[in-house]
C-alpha cells in the first residue's frame, strides 16, 4: 500500500523542522559544503540517491546542512536507508524514540537481522519504491560508521548498485572530510560530485568499488583543499 499524502506531508514538515534544528550541529563543527556548478539548481531535485561515506553518526545532518536552505528544499523530502539493528548499548535503550523518530523522517528500515529474507530486492524495496514515486534516496553505502584512518573509505556494499540499475537514477557521489583536530570546532567538508551513472557493463560488486573510488577521490580533494 502505498504512503498517503498526509503522512508524506508529516516527512516533509519534520524534515524541514530536522534541518532547522539541525544547525545546532554548527556548535560543534564548522561546516562547508562544496558543489559542482548548477548542481541541485537547475531543477527539481528528484529521483536521485545521495551515496556518502559513513564518518559520524550524525552524518546525515552534516550533509543535509551543507546544502544549504536552498538546495535542501530542492531536494526534500530525502528518504534515508537504516537500520533497526543496534550493537551500542545505548542506541538499544534509545531504540524506541529512534524508531518515532524514523517515522516522522520518513527512513525506510532494513529488515532486522534475524529475518529470513535479507535478500537486496527484500532490503531495498521500500527504497526502490521511493526512487520510482520520484524522491530522493540517502545511503551510505559502508553500511556502517568508519573507524579506520588508512584506507579513509571502507568497502562499499552492491545495494547502492542494485537501486541506480533498477530504478535508472543519477548518483551524486558525496564525500564527508572531518579534521583530526577536534577543539574548539572540528571541521567538516562536505564534496558532492557530479551526477553518474554506473557503468552498463559493471556487475554489482564492480559498480561499487567503481564508485567508492569517485568517493575516495572527492575525500582526497577536500583533504586537499583543507591543507591535511
Not at 540499475?165 to 579534521?179: D, Q, T
Request: proline share 6%.
Amino acid at each position: 500500500m502505498g504512503e498517503s499524502i498526509s503522512y508524506r506531508s508529516i516527512v516533509v514538515a519534520s524534515q524541514y523542522a530536522s534541518w532547522l534544528f539541525g544547525q545546532l550541529l554548527r556548535l560543534r563543527y564548522s561546516i562547508r559544503g562544496q558543489f559542482p556548478t548548477g548542481l541541485f539548481e537547475r531543477n527539481r531535485g528528484h529521483c536521485l540517491i545521495l551515496a556518502a561515506n559513513h564518518r559520524t553518526y550524525v552524518d546525515l545532518g552534516l550533509l543535509i546542512i551543507a546544502l544549504g536552505y536552498r538546495r535542501f528544499s530542492t531536494l526534500v523530502p530525502v528518504r534515508t536507508l537504516g537500520t533497526q539493528d543496534f550493537r551500542s548499548p545505548m542506541l538499544q535503550w534509545l531504540k524506541p524514540l529512534i524508531k518515532i523518530i524514523y517515522r516522522l523522517e520518513g527512513v525506510i528500515e532494513l529488515p532486522p537481522e534475524q529475518y529470513d529474507d535479507r535478500s537486496l530486492p527484500e532490503k531495498l524495496r521500500g527504497m526502490l519504491v521511493a526512487l520510482h514515486n520520484g524522491e530522493v534516496a540517502a545511503i551510505f553505502p559502508e553500511g556502517q560508521v568508519w573507524r579506520k584512518h588508512e584506507p579513509p573509505i571502507g568497502e562499499f556494499a552492491p545495494g547502492v548498485v542494485y537501486l541506480q540499475k533498477k530504478s535508472r537514477a543519477s548518483v551524486v557521489p558525496i564525500a564527508i572530510w572531518l579534521s583530526e583536530r577536534r577543539w574548539p570546532r572540528r571541521r567538516c567538508v562536505v564534496e558532492f560530485g557530479e551526477l553518474v551513472r554506473i557503468p552498463e557493463d559493471l556487475d554489482q560488486d564492480t559498480g561499487a568499488a567503481w564508485l567508492r573510488e569517485r568517493v575516495l577521490k572527492l575525500y582526497e580533494q577536500a583533504r586537499l583543499k583543507e591543507g591535511q
